[in-house]
């Protein structure tokens, strides 16, 4: 075979394996010396050199002192028919092992970089541990933990899915993919949104409960792109590609918020929000809702209220309008009057009964006032009550003076006096039918 015909045998089989003809070269002397080995009389280490342009081979041999340095270097090229048949069944294996292993490692390196990446695959096989689906050049594990519940995967049909992790194994890269990961919904957006892919639109979080149903908040980096418009799309196109590639799992598109109390209202759509109150260490939002909307912002088993709350990072309380808030007393007076919302500002506003224009923090303040005040008119209270049971005390005492007094003049008085009893009317008469 002539260094043409050579050049272009290596070029075609490293196109062929995919992997470079730098590589290939390096497996091909790798070989050789292995073969070499095998030949009787052959030297204990040996260096093979090629040329690279006339692809020509040397092979110096080397003998290995009591100390392991290599001496006595010599030129050993060996001649073509001098390999013999064991020489050339040992290249042919060798060959073949360091492809694959060059292989192996260059589809490892591929996919090592691609951590967190979508890939679409076909459903080659499925049984109750895991599906096995193929990328094209390798196969990809999606375990039974990563699949969505009541989703049947068939063989034949075409899905994308996640890479969580790449691991190398002795029979190559073992790449393991979800279709459960939150990041699925993330990627999949960027390929149907080019805004996304572009960074003029992002996705600042994303809660998911697979097979169910994703909250994702985005947020747009340019005031004249609307961020919820751009991931629905014209008819609502972007999204539904997103939907029917999940198997139909609903998908609640909400603007991102600085404004944490703006922010849970809006994660708690498509519920309309009377007020939210944010606790001062800002991990506890009360929410109030119209009591016609207090099911549909808790969600069915809860589920709308459990999603806001992952999205929004902080534990939300809901409940009703006429439902009182938690420590006060059944009893008390509430005042009359409801939330709007401004139109300049878009906060929310109390008005009234009374005319009376409050904001959230103002209606704050002064619901926290209430309890002190009431305390204090306790106080008092207690107070009164003590002197009214005092003067009843000496009140007493002079009744009974009084009493005494007259069981004395009514011993002096005459035995025969009328018998007294009660009728049903409860008035006390004489028996001869007189009023006393």
């Known amino acids: 075979m002539s260094s043409l015909d050579m050049s272009e045998a290596v070029k075609m089989l490293a196109n062929e394996k995919n992997i470079s003809v730098d590589t290939l070269l390096q497996v091909l002397v790798d070989a050789l010396a292995t073969a070499y080995k095998r030949r009787p009389g052959a030297a204990a280490e040996v260096e093979v050199g090629i040329h690279p342009d006339t692809f020509e081979f040397t092979f110096t041999a080397f003998d290995v002192d009591e100390d392991g340095n290599w001496v006595n270097e010599r030129d050993d090229t060996p001649r073509k028919e001098e390999m013999g048949r064991i020489a050339a069944q040992t290249f042919r294996q060798v060959m073949s092992q360091r492809i694959r292993e060059a292989e192996r490692d260059r589809k490892f390196e591929e996919y090592a970089n691609r951590e967190g990446d979508i890939v679409t695959g076909i459903i080659q096989q499925a049984d109750d541990r895991y599906t096995l689906l193929d990328l094209g050049r390798v196969e990809s594990l999606l375990p039974k933990a990563e699949q969505v519940p009541f989703e049947r995967p068939v063989p034949g049909d075409r899905v994308k899915a996640y890479i969580v992790e790449v691991r190398k194994t002795a029979k190559g890269p073992q790449i393991v993919v979800s279709r459960t990961h939150p990041g699925l919904i993330k990627r999949l957006f960027e390929l149907e949104v ?47 590609m997103v939907v029917n590639e999940l198997r139909g799992e609903k998908i609640d598109i909400v603007p991102f918020s600085e404004d944490l109390a703006d922010f849970v209202a809006k994660a708690l759509s498509p519920a309309k929000v009377v007020a939210v109150i944010i606790s001062d260490d800002g991990t506890q939002a009360d929410v109030i809702v119209p009591d016609n909307q207090l099911s549909l912002a808790i969600g069915k088993e809860g589920q709308n209220a459990r999603l806001a709350a992952r999205l929004t990072g902080v534990r939300i309380d809901i409940r009703g309008e006429t439902e009182p808030l938690e420590g006060l007393d059944d009893d008390a007076d509430y005042e009359e009057g409801e939330w709007v919302a401004n139109a300049e500002t878009g906060t929310m506003e109390w008005h009234a ?21 009431e305390d204090v008119a306790t106080d008092e209270s207690a107070a009164s009550v003590k002197d009214t049971d005092s003067n009843d005390t000496d009140s007493n005492d002079t009744d009974s003076n009084d009493t005494d007094s007259n069981d004395t003049d009514s011993n002096d008085t005459d035995s025969n006096e009328p018998a007294v009893a009660a009728d049903d009317t409860g008035e006390t008469q004489e028996a001869g039918g007189e009023h006393v």
């Open 194 to 240: 080019p805004e996304i892919a572009d960074g003029i639109v992002e996705i600042k979080g994303c809660a998911r409960e697979p097979g169910h149903r994703t909250k994702i908040a985005v947020w747009s980096n340019d005031h004249n792109v609307d961020p919820v418009g751009a991931c629905v799309g014209a008819r609502g196109g972007r999204v539904r």
């Open 353 to 373: 009964a009374d005319g009376t224009i409050l904001t959230q923090e103002q209606w704050s303040e002064q619901a926290a006032a209430v309890p002190a005040e």
